[in-house]
Structure formats: C-alpha cells, structure tokens
C-alpha cells in the first residue's frame, strides 16, 4: 500500500507540473474573473496559477465595469513556463471570435451594423463592431450623418469595410462607400424599369432657373426649360410649383451619369409643324399680347405659338414705349407679315389691321388749313406735333417765329397744345410741314414801312460769326455786316472790332424782301443823299434765313 501511495504522489506532482503545459498561445479559454486592480485582472481558468491580465486588454466597449465572480472569455497571449504564468485577454479573444465573419463579409462586399463610440481627434471616429473596434475616417462620415460627436455618440449605422487586415488588427470602415453603393443599387433597379419613350407620374421637387427637377418614382429626373413648352422660353413659367402633380416623357436615359432627361412639350404635337398653312403671310387673326419688352410685343395665336409685333409695327404713331400701345392679357388683331416654320418665327403688325392714317391726310389736313394738335417731341431743327393717332407733322424751327428762335425748346415744350397752320401736307410721302409764324403778323412790312436803303441804324450786336456781326435793328428785324463792311482797313476776324452787346451804328447797304435779308455797313456813315428805293434781288449776294440759322458762312458781298 505504500508503494502505490508514492506512485500516486509522484503522478498527482507530474500532472500539477505539466498542466500549465498544456495550454498553447492562441488559445480561447472561458474564465473567472478572481481580482482587477488598477493594472491587472487576474483570472481562473481552472488550472494551477490564475491567469493575468493587463486592463489594457479588457474588450474595448465594455458598458460597465468589470467585477469579480464576473465570467469572461479569454485568449492566451503569452506563457511564461519558468514562473508558470499565463497571460491572457479579453479583447483579443473578442477579435478572434468576430474576425473570421467581418472577413466572410469584407470578401463578398458585404455591409456591417456598428455604433459611434467615439472620435480620433483631428481623425475619425471609433466605431463599435459588436464589441470589435474599427476606424471610420471622418471624409467617410457620409452626408446624412452629423460631424458633432456629441450627436454621433450612440448612433448607430451601416458600414462598408475598406481595410481588414488580422495581422496588423487594422480595421478601417465607411458609412459614406455605404450610401454611395446603396444609392448605385437603386438607380440600377430605377433605370432598369425605365425606357425612352415612356410616359410617366411625376412631382415637382425643385425648380431651377434651367428646368424643373421631377420625382419619377425615387429617382428626380430633369425636365430642361427648352423641354418645358414649344415655345422658347428664359425660365420656367411662373406656373409650376413645388409638389406639383404632373405627367412627363423619358426623352433619355444615362445610367453612367445618373441622369434622365424628361420633357412635358413632348406630350403634345409640335405646334410648329405646318405653321405657315394655318397663319399665311397677309391674314388677319386675333390673338393675346403674353410679353412686352423694349423692342415690341409678343402676341400668342395658339398655346405654344407666339409671333412678335415690332415696336415699328405696334401702331401707325411712332411710340418709343411699347407700353404707350399695349398692355398684357390685352387682345388684339393683327396681320402676318413673315412665317418662318424652320426658325419657328412669325413676325407680326397690328397697324396693318387697321386702317392708315395718312390714306387721306391731304382731306383732312389741307394746304393753308389751321390745325390744332400736341408736341410730342423737340429735336434740334424743330418740333413734332401729332395731329391725330399715327399722324405726326414737322415743326421747323425756322416756322416758329419771325423772331431769330436759338432752339425749339424756347417756343414750345413736349405736351404743349398748339394751333398751326398746315404749310406743306403729302400723304404719299407721309409729311406734313406746320408754321405758328404763319399766323402771326409778319415783321418785315413794319420794318419796311420805317427804314429803306441808305438809312442810318443803330442797335446791339447780338452774334459774331466768321464772316460778320448780327446786329439788332428791331424787336424781330436783324441785319449783318459783313467783314469787309466793318472797317476801311483789312481786319482777320470781326472780334478784333466788334464784341456782342456792343451798340453800333450803321447804314443800310441793302435790303431783300423775299428773303427778308438785311445788308449793313460801318464803313461810310456820312449824309448822302436819299437814293431810289433799290430791293435786292434774291441770289445778287444777300444771304438767306437758313443759311443764318444754321451758321453758314455767307459770301462777301
């Protein structure tokens, strides 16, 4: 019996010995936490010593902290035989159950479910993989997630895996290469039931100063401005609204550029084809003034068909505004002048529609007839009057007054109604020429009645020329004296003798009654006798109204 004691001893004291042997690095053992501190956990795994392990090693995303009794599963890590110590860890335990998994679905391109835990300043963000922790790249947050780890702590999302590597334990994840093949699988299932041609319900969800971006069932497609109607249009009607229902037609699909290009015009013929045999050049129709711009107006014959009205061809006036003729929404007959089906343009006039103005204005505004009418404009050679609607005369400054008139705006103004009496009317070349002097008393009988050759006068100078000074005789009579009538001597310029508002004296050299001229001298002033009455004839030297008017420089005489 003593014997098969020792034996037993010595079995019992080799098995004791050998059981730490037993184990081998790698090994997932399941243990009993016996005691943590501040650095170790130690841990019975059944055999002759505890196990240790290091808090560093504990499972990343433990939720609570760990306690004795606690039972936890553990990897072997390291085995020191000489002091018959096992080092283990939980977290490395952790990765070798869940590793095989995440490489099955890293290698079929799988996705994996994980919450924000954390983040990696100036880096990223930790990420709870089911107790596995992985790095997601703050670029590979994806758009529909917040920045602010205050607001991704706890959040949990779906993840694609971009780096496994068991070696290294290098685990790298995206939420964003997520979103992005998500979002590649359904524009394939969307394009896969698409086709060109196809007629469609859709929602408008944004408009855009190009188009219209419509919902066609998960997917927003693109209806261009050019596809919104047959007419060309700058933007998207007015019309149109968020959330509007509305039908639309697939006119293209690409699927590499994730585009579907729609149109609503093509729902509906084109209006344009055949335009030319509905609207002939020389026919009156009836249609909508729809837009005013500087240039003329837009007037719709038919939905989708619009023909402009040229300002020159709004009325028989002369308008600088179209706004003065038309108004929108107004309707209004008018002619076609063009058709133009390839450019897809007709050109229109409403003045046509109506009848002309002029076809009878020698009738009603006759030679010698006093008319009344409004200024309307002033240029620099005189005034417009209208007369009646599409009937404009010439005021020239010359006919305004017998008096010298130094710009149109010193006898009339824009809006002024005035009486004057027709002068020149043709309606063949659609002038009318007025006169207010007409109605007045002419000046020049009057002054014939007190003055005549060979009179001394005496008056201010009111202008200097070239070639003279006008000098100021009476209220409305102004003679010249020429340059060579200024001085016995040769002088360059009348300013070397003469300044305006200088009172001069003069003899009267010559009178023109028909063009009402007369001819002055500073050069012989003495008495002479009284000669006959001598009236220049026109042509002989004298100079005429227009050539004073307008500054002509007149011959020496």
């Not at 010595?10 to 010995?17: D, I, V």
């Not at 009646?388 to 103004?413: F, N, T």
């Not at 023109?512 to 002055?520: A, C, D, I, S, T």
Request: include cysteine; charged fraction near 30%.
């Amino acid at each position: 019996m003593a014997d098969n004691s020792k034996v037993e001893s010595k079995m019992e004291e080799f098995l004791t010995e050998r059981d730490v042997q037993m184990y081998s690095r790698g090994d997932v053992l399941r243990g009993r936490v016996l005691q943590a501190t501040e650095t170790v956990v130690l841990v019975d795994i059944g055999y002759k010593s505890e196990a240790q392990m290091r808090r560093t090693e504990l499972a990343p995303f433990r939720h609570q902290e760990i306690q004795p009794s606690e039972e936890i599963e553990v990897l072997v890590t390291y085995i020191d035989e000489e002091e018959g110590t096992v080092y283990v860890s939980e977290k490395q335990a952790l990765y070798e159950k869940r590793i095989g998994e995440l490489e099955r679905t890293y290698r079929n391109g799988g996705y994996v479910r994980g919450v924000i835990e954390g983040v990696v300043k100036d880096a990223g963000y930790h990420v709870n993989l089911n107790g596995i922790r992985a790095f997601l790249p703050g670029s590979h947050l994806g758009n529909d997630l917040p920045a602010d780890i205050n607001k991704l702590r706890g959040r949990e999302a779906m993840f694609a895996i971009l780096e496994l590597d068991r070696r290294e334990k290098n685990l790298v994840v995206s939420h964003k290469k997520y979103l992005q093949n998500q979002e590649e699988k359904r524009l394939d299932e969307v394009f896969s039931r698409l086709q060109v041609g196809q007629v469609l319900d859709g929602e408008i969800k944004s408009i855009v100063e190009f188009g219209l971006f419509v919902d066609v069932g998960g997917f927003e497609g693109l209806v261009h401005r050019s596809e919104i109607s047959w007419k060309d249009l700058p933007a998207p009607p007015s019309a149109y609204k968020v959330g509007d229902k509305l039908q639309v037609k697939v006119i293209d699909l690409d699927r590499s550029r994730a585009r579907i290009s729609l149109s609503i015009k093509r729902l509906r013929p084109d209006p344009w084809v055949g335009i030319c045999q509905r609207y002939p050049s020389g026919q009156v129709f009836t249609g909508e003034i729809v837009g005013i711009t500087d240039f003329g107006a837009f007037v719709r014959l038919e939905p989708d068909v619009e023909g402009l009205v040229h300002i020159s061809e709004l009325s028989w006036g002369y308008p600088e505004d179209p706004r003065e003729v038309v108004k929108e929404g107004q309707a209004v007959q008018v002619v076609v002048l063009d058709c133009d089906e390839g450019n897809r343009r007709i050109s229109l006039s409403m003045r046509r529609a109506q009848p002309d103005p002029w076809a009878d204005v020698e009738t009603r505004y006759p030679e010698g007839a006093v008319v009344q009418g409004v200024v309307t404009k002033l240029t620099d050679f005189g005034a417009f009057v209208q007369l009646d609607d599409g009937v404009e005369a010439l005021l020239h400054i010359s006919e305004m007054s017998w008096e010298h008139v130094a710009k149109p705006g010193d006898v009339v103004q824009p809006g002024d109604e005035i009486s004057a009496k027709v002068i020149k009317s043709d309606g063949s070349k659609r002038k009318i020429r007025l006169s207010l002097r007409e109605l007045q008393e002419d000046p020049w009988h009057k002054f014939l009645e007190n003055f005549s050759l060979g009179s001394l006068v005496e008056g201010p100078v009111t202008e200097i020329k070239d070639f003279g000074a006008f000098v100021k005789l009476t209220d409305e009579v102004e003679g010249l004296i020429h340059i060579s009538e200024m001085t016995e001597e040769r002088i360059a310029t009348p300013a070397d003798v003469l300044q305006v508002g200088q009172i001069v004296k003069a003899r009267i050299i010559g009178i023109n009654e028909e063009k009402h001229q007369v001819r002055l001298s500073m050069r012989n002033l003495e008495p002479q006798p009284r000669p006959e009455r001598v009236l220049e004839e026109s042509g002989s030297g004298g100079f005429t109204m227009r050539e004073y008017l307008k500054g002509k420089e007149i011959p020496s005489g």
